[in-house]
């Protein structure tokens, strides 16, 4: 860990932070609010407070695409120290717990795909409408039905971009409009990503024993 990224994330995470717990203005917030403030003044100690309500969950959802709570413990300090620099391209088109999730599954996306020294492309994959239309559409209710340990071995199989998408909308309940709102992309895209990448899910669930 470089210095720098070491006082960053003492700071927003220790320094003062009894006084933040013990006498905290700000405690009555929303995350959205918070988030203004936190652009407005660019204000590290604010900072700290978003930090501390939401370090674990990004942490949690970190570990699914790393190897080791070492490497899940890394993953969310970078995703944070990130979050700081980035955090005004927030525009409140979402609830922030989306958009952070979003932001957390992008960052994990990219480390994953460097590791494999994969470019990850924003752009849809071309596929003939035919496809769309033909290929039968697996209901939600045989998702939910999956043993959840080989669900998460099957998660693990398939890309890193069709598990975060798949666990943005299964996982952390954003709606489609959400999905084409953080993915800059139209609904039927969209849909037909989610498609695509149950049906990935599910082929890779049954071969598994």
Not at 36 to 49: D, K, Q, T
Not at 81 to 108: D, E, V
Not at 112 to 137: C, F, H, I, T, W
């Amino acid at each position: 860990m470089t210095f720098i990224k070491r006082l960053f994330l003492t700071l927003i995470s220790n320094l003062d932070k009894r006084s933040l717990e013990e006498n905290d203005p700000y405690a009555h917030l929303s995350d959205e609010e918070l988030v203004e403030r936190i652009v407005a003044n660019n204000n590290p100690m604010l900072f700290g407070r978003l930090y501390d309500r939401y370090a674990k969950m990004v942490y949690n959802k970190c570990y699914g695409f790393a190897k080791s709570q070492d490497e899940a413990e890394d993953l969310t300090q970078d995703v944070f120290l990130q979050l700081f620099i980035k955090l005004k391209m927030f525009k409140g088109k979402s609830k922030f717990s989306t958009w952070l999730f979003s932001f957390t599954y992008n960052f994990c996306v990219n480390y994953v795909n460097r590791n494999k020294q994969r470019k990850m492309s924003d752009k849809s994959v071309p596929v003939e409408d035919s496809e769309y239309k033909l290929s039968a559409e697996i209901p939600d209710e045989d998702l939910f039905e999956m043993k959840s340990k080989k669900l998460k071995k099957a998660l693990d199989l398939i890309s890193a971009e069709e598990k975060s998408l798949l666990l943005l909308k299964y996982q952390d309940g954003a709606s489609i409009k959400e999905l084409t709102e953080l993915m800059e992309l139209g609904e039927s895209a969209i849909k037909m990503r989610l498609k695509r990448a149950k049906k990935r899910l599910m082929e890779t669930y049954n071969t598994l024993e």
